[in-house]
């Protein structure tokens, strides 16, 4: 049955939505008549039924799992992070499955600019420790279903970095796109969780990734091979036979050098989830409404491509998409 909430927004049940929800509690040969006269709701329909449908429809938003976005940083920030979190905004809200906030804070608003117009450091870093401390302290993290890694940077504040990663040990889903992995360098139970540390990248370039695994969530609407524009990142400290990777290169991405190069993976950690792409840099790939103003290296089906990835990927840390891993050669 359709989804008939939507996360953050008053649930006006209409007629037509009363009767998906009769026919599908009570099957299709329910009989029953709605009338609308003079904006008063008239009908045959039981109040048992109709409070009934109102339940479902309560059921079905607090259902909804909870997913923390964060996107702060302390190292290199990317132009892209205000197009992730729209993105993934519009994800939640189109699929109704999961529903997102944010724990981000942007340098550039007018809050903390210092007296030179640029954004103060200081008051920056106490920003960022203040919503990490209110959203990722451990009774917080017993809220969420899931946290997503959007393109964060740097040692963040996290107020207790091990139970963070007990969270996710003893079930919590992880969900890491591009700079993820040039987070928490000098953590290693984070770069064990996540799977690998980003080492370096070279020029923005045109790839064919190779699908690896079409049953995947994350890449099952994707060909053989995906050809798309990105930073591409080399990573240290990747053990392919710790991780199920889903996408990847069979040569360097910027001099051509035969080898196995990763793109995306998945694993677990724990009896947790973990999803991660390394994929994510541009805002076009993204975002297929990605202003003129920006030039594309992406076209629009890309972007729709790597909304699907992302989202197939949060789909199945969750649970709420059916796939095991087959093995797979490791290279």
Same mark, same amino acid.
């Given at each position: 049955?359709? %989804?008939?909430?939507?996360?953050?927004?008053? @649930?006006? #049940?209409?007629?037509?939505?009363?009767?998906?929800?009769?026919?599908?509690?009570?099957?299709?040969?329910?009989?029953?008549? #709605?009338?609308?006269?003079?904006?008063?709701?008239?009908?045959?329909?039981? %109040?048992?039924?109709?409070?009934?449908?109102?339940?479902?429809?309560?059921?079905?938003?607090?259902? *909804?799992?909870?997913?923390?976005?964060?996107?702060?940083?302390?190292?290199?920030?990317?132009?892209?992070?205000?197009?992730?979190?729209?993105?993934?905004? $519009?994800? *939640? $809200?189109?699929?109704?499955?999961?529903?997102?906030?944010? !724990?981000?804070?942007?340098? @550039? =608003?007018?809050? +903390?600019?210092?007296? =030179?117009?640029?954004?103060?450091?200081?008051?920056?870093?106490?920003?960022?420790?203040?919503?990490?401390?209110?959203?990722?302290?451990?009774?917080?993290?017993?809220?969420?279903?899931?946290?997503?890694? !959007?393109?964060?940077?740097? =040692?963040?504040?996290?107020?207790?970095?091990?139970? +963070?990663?007990?969270?996710?040990?003893?079930?919590? %889903?992880?969900?890491?796109?591009?700079? !993820?992995?040039?987070?928490?360098?000098?953590?290693?139970?984070? #770069?064990?969780?996540?799977?690998?540390?980003?080492?370096?990248?070279?020029?923005?370039?045109?790839?064919?990734?190779?699908?690896? =695994?079409?049953?995947?969530?994350?890449?099952?609407?994707?060909?053989?091979?995906?050809? &798309?524009?990105?930073? #591409?990142?080399?990573?240290?400290?990747?053990?392919?036979? /710790?991780?199920?990777?889903?996408? @990847?290169?069979? /040569?360097?991405? @910027?001099?051509?050098?035969?080898?196995?190069?990763?793109? !995306?993976?998945?694993?677990?950690?724990?009896?947790?989830?973990?999803?991660?792409?390394?994929?994510?840099?541009?805002?076009?790939?993204?975002?297929?409404?990605?202003?003129?103003?920006?030039?594309?290296?992406?076209?629009?089906?890309? %972007? &729709? *491509?790597?909304?699907?990835?992302?989202?197939?990927?949060? /789909?199945?840390?969750?649970?709420?998409?059916?796939?095991?891993?087959?093995?797979?050669?490791?290279?």
């Amino acid at each position: 049955m359709p %989804a008939l909430t939507r996360p953050g927004k008053m @649930n006006f #049940i209409s007629s037509t939505q009363v009767e998906m929800m009769v026919r599908y509690m009570f099957g299709s040969t329910t009989t029953y008549m #709605i009338t609308m006269r003079t904006g008063f709701f008239r009908g045959a329909l039981s %109040a048992g039924v109709l409070l009934g449908a109102l339940a479902f429809a309560s059921f079905a938003e607090a259902a *909804a799992k909870k997913v923390l976005v964060v996107t702060t940083t302390t190292g290199f920030r990317h132009s892209s992070i205000p197009t992730a979190e729209k993105v993934l905004g $519009e994800l *939640a $809200e189109r699929n109704g499955d999961f529903q997102v906030e944010y !724990a981000r804070v942007e340098p @550039n =608003d007018a809050a +903390f600019k210092g007296a =030179d117009g640029k954004p103060d450091k200081e008051k920056v870093n106490a920003a960022i420790q203040k919503v990490l401390a209110e959203k990722m302290n451990p009774g917080a993290l017993k809220t969420y279903d899931a946290i997503i890694f !959007a393109n964060t940077t740097g =040692d963040l504040p996290v107020p207790d970095k091990e139970a +963070f990663m007990s969270w996710i040990r003893d079930g919590g %889903a992880f969900v890491g796109m591009h700079s !993820a992995t040039d987070t928490f360098h000098g953590y290693p139970p984070f #770069i064990e969780m996540i799977g690998g540390e980003f080492k370096s990248h070279g020029p923005q370039v045109e790839v064919e990734a190779i699908n690896r =695994d079409k049953e995947c969530p994350a890449c099952r609407h994707l060909e053989s091979t995906w050809k &798309l524009y990105d930073e #591409i990142y080399l990573f240290k400290s990747f053990d392919p036979t /710790k991780v199920y990777e889903v996408l @990847n290169l069979d /040569k360097h991405p @910027n001099d051509k050098t035969p080898g196995s190069y990763p793109i !995306a993976w998945t694993k677990t950690y724990g009896r947790g989830r973990v999803f991660y792409t390394s994929l994510g840099h541009r805002e076009d790939i993204w975002d297929p409404e990605t202003p003129e103003s920006i030039k594309r290296m992406n076209s629009k089906e890309i %972007a &729709l *491509a790597y909304q699907e990835h992302i989202l197939g990927g949060i /789909k199945w840390t969750l649970g709420l998409e059916k796939w095991s891993p087959k093995p797979l050669a490791v290279e």
